[in-house]
């Protein structure tokens, strides 16, 4: 096996990478209370930019998509204007960048919604876990179901933030689908209780996402439009699995083949633990899907070269790693030491933790 594959160039769809490791995307509540990223941004992207591609951190689509206080938006022409720096940085250091599109669906409060109104969701199902809300850490609000005469704006609201991305100078867009969030709520069945055209049989629970994913593709075309999966991630809002994880995924990921889109980014395992799959059969889904595929979730050097050496994964995504260290690819690539960023500097905060970090040690 050729071990220098992870750092050979690659291309996903319509998107040619300098290399194949992906910074996956990662929350850090570092925008103001409407969404508008900081200048401190542009620095952090930039510094960043070597990655093969950069997939920029869940963005909301409307402020109902909104379930994180300080979490950026791409529906206004305030977020526009604030992202647009940020893109002309990373090409100006060579990198590319695709922005993740969000809606978090029941894993919301009522401060975070406009005039304090309940979150929305499939089913009027209250999430587990908490949010991170102006006023702290709180459990998400009870959700209303969506009534089906609402979809199309929902789907319209997608559609207009892949515009706006477009505005903004992304490379593409990835349609968020993971983690317990809306378009998950939707396709699993402890999630979904609808018994419309959206509910029901996998076909009418993945009908939301397969959707959305043609809405944007008329707005970038499909192969710069990839899409994330959790199939088996229970962590954010403590969301129970689909009934049959793999039925379901294969059906989805061989619907998405045949649009032709750039690229299934999964996250194998559980979000932030576990990596053992059990029955499920990620390469399984891989073949379903016929493109490109990133991988997702604990991964390291050696298993990261393995990955792309043996051609289970086209490109590897690193998310807590890229946080300490803007230079990841060319630590990798040395197999120099890495630095573990304190948790504590995660989420919200200035440039300590985020830009800069005053306890780094030379490495």
Known sequence: MNHETLFSPARLGAIEVANRVAMAPLTRSRADTDGVQTPLAVTYYGQRASAGLIIAEATNISRQGRGYAYTPG???????????????AVHEAGGKIVLQ????????HASLQANGAAPVAPSAIQAGGNVFTEQGFLPPSTPRALATDEIPG?????????????????????VHAANGY????????????RDDRYGGPIEN???????????????????????????????????PLDSSPMQTHIYLARRLGELGIAYLHVVEGQLHGDKDAGDFDFQALRTAFGGAYIANN????????????S??????????????NPDLVARLRQNRPLFDA??????????EGYTEFSLQKAA
């Open 74 to 88: 791409i529906y206004t022409d305030a977020h526009v204007a604030a992202w647009k720096p940020v893109t002309d």
């Open 101 to 108: 599109l969000w809606h978090v669906g029941r894993m919301s």
């Open 154 to 174: 929902l789907i319209e609201d997608y559609r207009h933030a892949a515009q706006r991305a477009k505005d903004a100078g992304f490379d593409g867009i990835e």
């Open 182 to 193: 809306l378009l998950e709520q939707f396709l699993r069945d402890s999630t979904n209780h």
């Open 205 to 239: 629970r993945a009908r939301l996402i397969l959707e959305v994913v043609e809405a944007v593709a008329g707005v970038w075309g499909a192969d710069r439009v990839g899409l994330r999966l959790s199939p088996l991630s229970t962590a954010i809002g403590d969301t």
């Open 298 to 309: 604990g991964y390291d050097r050696p298993t990261a070269l393995e990955a792309t050496a």
């Open 311 to 324: 051609g289970r994964a086209d490109m590897v995504a690193f998310g807590k790693a890229f946080i300490g």
């Open 342 to 351: 304190p948790a504590s500097a995660y989420f919200g905060g200035g440039a």
